[in-house]
């Protein structure tokens, strides 16, 4: 069973009984009473991330009609605050539907993270929402019906303050001690999102960071008998001759990860260097060779099906000067002919510029 069929699942159940639903709601204004109050809720916010809890877009709330505040989520102090962050599980344009989750924070009138929503993109084509996570107190946990979810992301760690990642960790109430699934995430302030161009670089803009995921097989994800991938010196290079998009990482128990996403819209991976994997369950049939986007679906000369998924995106005070960097990446692969399972790799990238 994947990853998303789980949560999908959980979402049904809680919509037909013991959830909470976002869908509809309207949240507060973020108007800090005070500057104690702010900073009350900047501390409680620095235990789920280490993005800034209020970033200054320079434009005045008064200038901007109420559709385009309300489009951009501008705050009536001429703010963003946290609720303004999407998180995203799966790029959209190349991935599979059913995996595209996406979040947002709540957040109360002091800017405060008090939940988080998820909507199941692939039945919420109208950007509304599934649930709310509430979260508990001041704690990095959120509550979900009979289940719970943590937010283990890595982005501090970088120095990155308008984008972050990691991981979603759902926990079933009852075992705390072992994660029913852990799902890769990776975003940030959408009004700090830009689209480089490669027109303005004299130079390749390296972004440097941290790659981290897991594989293993799709059956046993919810089990977690899976592989933990980790590399701390990943890199994303966005090329200025082709605009193209490579994130290049090494796991030291794993094969060397290149993943491309082309300016014309393919996609690519390649994985080498595999002969330190210990257990061949982890080791994919294509094994150093290369898998386009467009092999997705079709059956490669070894029987293997393909499923390919990179998105990246950038952040910053303007297109010409990214600052920081997120990418997600999913590829799975059928065993083959005779075994209808599959094996499913999922990372996530966040990296800065120096």
């Not at 409680?44 to 209020?54: F, I, L």
């Not at 937010?151 to 994660?179: C, I, R, T, V």
């Not at 130079?203 to 941290?210: E, I, K, L």
Request: glycine fraction near 12%; charge should be negative.
């Amino acid at each position: 069973m994947k990853k998303y069929v789980i949560l999908s699942s959980v979402l049904a159940l809680a919509a037909c009984g013991g959830g909470s639903s976002g869908g509809g709601a309207v949240d507060p204004i973020v108007t800090p009473t005070n500057a104690a109050a702010f900073e009350r809720a900047a501390a409680s916010n620095k235990e789920v991330t280490g993005m800034v809890s209020r970033i200054q877009k320079g434009d005045s709330y008064a200038a901007i009609g109420g559709a385009a505040r309300a489009a951009t989520g501008m705050h009536s102090d001429g703010a963003y605050y946290l609720d303004n962050v999407l998180f995203q599980s799966a790029d959209k344009e190349f991935g599979d539907p059913r995996d595209d989750f996406s979040f947002h924070f709540k957040t109360d009138e002091n800017g405060k993270i008090i939940g988080m929503y998820v909507t199941d993109d692939a039945t919420k084509e109208d950007g509304s929402v599934d649930e709310l996570m509430n979260r508990v107190g001041d704690e990095n946990k959120f509550d979900f019906d009979d289940a719970y979810g943590k937010l283990n992301l890595l982005g501090a760690q970088l120095g990155m303050k308008y984008s972050d990642f990691g991981f979603l960790e759902m926990y079933d109430a009852d075992d705390p001690d072992h994660a029913m699934f852990i799902m890769p995430i990776a975003g940030g302030y959408e009004a700090k999102n830009v689209t480089p161009n490669k027109d303005d670089f004299g130079n390749d803009v390296v972004f440097n960071g941290t790659a981290v995921g897991s594989v293993g097989e799709a059956s046993t994800a919810v089990e977690g008998d899976r592989l933990t991938l980790s590399d701390t010196a990943a890199t994303l290079t966005f090329r200025k001759d082709s605009g193209d998009q490579v994130l290049s990482a090494k796991f030291d128990n794993w094969y060397d990860v290149t993943a491309t996403q082309y300016h014309d819209g393919d996609a690519q991976i390649k994985f080498a260097n595999g002969d330190h994997i210990k257990d061949d369950k982890f080791r994919f049939q294509s094994d150093g060779a290369t898998v386009n986007a467009f092999d997705t679906g079709k059956v490669a000369n070894n029987s293997a099906q393909h499923l390919l998924s990179v998105g990246f995106e950038y952040y910053g005070d303007s297109a010409k000067d990214p600052r920081e960097a997120t990418g997600l990446v999913f590829y799975s692969q059928e065993n083959g002919p005779t075994d209808n399972d599959s094996v499913d790799f999922f990372m996530g990238f966040g990296g800065a510029r120096k």
